[in-house]
């Protein structure tokens, strides 16, 4: 039976860079995870075992660490077009690379009640996110976000859901709702001030999530998209949001009252949401 190879790609995946801008007054830091994926003319490489026309992947690894110290970025979405534009016209087989970047923060840590010029500190689990994909007609950048955990103690419902036989979970117009924000977002203009964009977009995810009153996460999840796309200069949002569940714990077997003040966190299981917001 005749077959064929359908489709195929390679690449170098879990490059880690860290890179110490030292300046006069104080150091900047980049914490960066690097994938990398060639798609093209490599059905040789797989077929007959034709090598020509493969780019080494160690070649990959050493050209993260050597574009970084030409050209010194200041946001990742940056230093994927450096990449990609650098890996399409080096390899002549390739018809498309796709760089995607994950920048874990550090945040100066405050001593004797200033910023201390070259000590940090990890802020926490959150990491900005970014893929840039570049073909021979052009490139294409996404922006975002993902691990963003945050939590609401008020304004949060779910009621008005159809029941069934197996249906154990009670309605409640006062729950707390609390989620791992994952977010990737496409910009109306091909190049912005991708830092100052990218914490515009956090800061109205961050304000929606805490002030929207709201009736189940799919419903605070629209409306978290809806906010940035009439805030910021962005085409389309697509946000992951996991139900971190928190269930009241029933005190009466103790002889206590059930104030919603008690509540067990609860990983596994847990409900995924997910949904993409996008300009008419």
């Given amino acids: 039976m005749p077959v064929k190879l359908i489709e195929n790609g390679y690449g170098k995946q879990a490059v880690r860079l860290v890179t110490v801008r030292r300046g006069p007054e104080r150091h900047e830091l980049q914490d960066v995870t690097v994938g990398i994926r060639f798609e ?81 500190r990890q802020a926490g689990s959150e990491r900005r996110i970014a893929q840039v994909t570049r073909d021979r007609q052009g490139a294409r950048v996404l922006a975002g976000l993902e691990d963003l955990v945050v939590m609401k103690t008020a304004k949060s419902a ?38 100052r964009f990218w914490r515009e977009v956090r800061q109205v995810l961050l304000q929606t999530f805490a002030e929207h009153d709201s009736n189940s996460v799919q419903h605070t999840l629209y409306a978290m998209g809806e906010a940035v796309l009439e805030t910021v200069d962005v085409e389309e949002i697509h946000l ?41």
């Fill in 40 to 120: 093209g003319d490599f059905a040789a490489a797989y077929t007959e075992g034709d090598n020509q026309g493969v780019f080494p992947t160690d070649t990959m690894k050493n050209t993260v660490y050597a574009l970084a110290a030409e050209h010194p970025f200041d946001d990742i979405e940056d230093f994927g077009l450096a990449l990609t534009d650098h890996f399409l016209k080096s390899s002549p087989r390739a018809s498309s690379v796709r760089v995607d970047l994950t920048q874990h923060l550090w945040e100066p840590i405050e001593a004797g009640g200033a910023v201390h010029p070259h000590a940090f």
């Fill in 240 to 280: 992951t949001m996991p139900n971190r569940h928190h269930i009241p714990v029933d005190l009466r077997p103790f002889g206590m009252e059930n104030r919603n003040e008690i509540f067990v966190a609860t990983p596994e299981p847990y409900g995924l949401i997910e949904g993409t917001v996008r300009r008419g």
């Fill in 158 to 195: 779910f009621e008005g859901f159809p029941r069934d036989r197996y249906t154990t979970l009670p309605e409640t117009a006062d729950r707390i709702l609390a989620t791992a924000v994952q977010a990737t977002w496409r910009y109306s203009r091909p190049h912005v001030a991708w830092g």
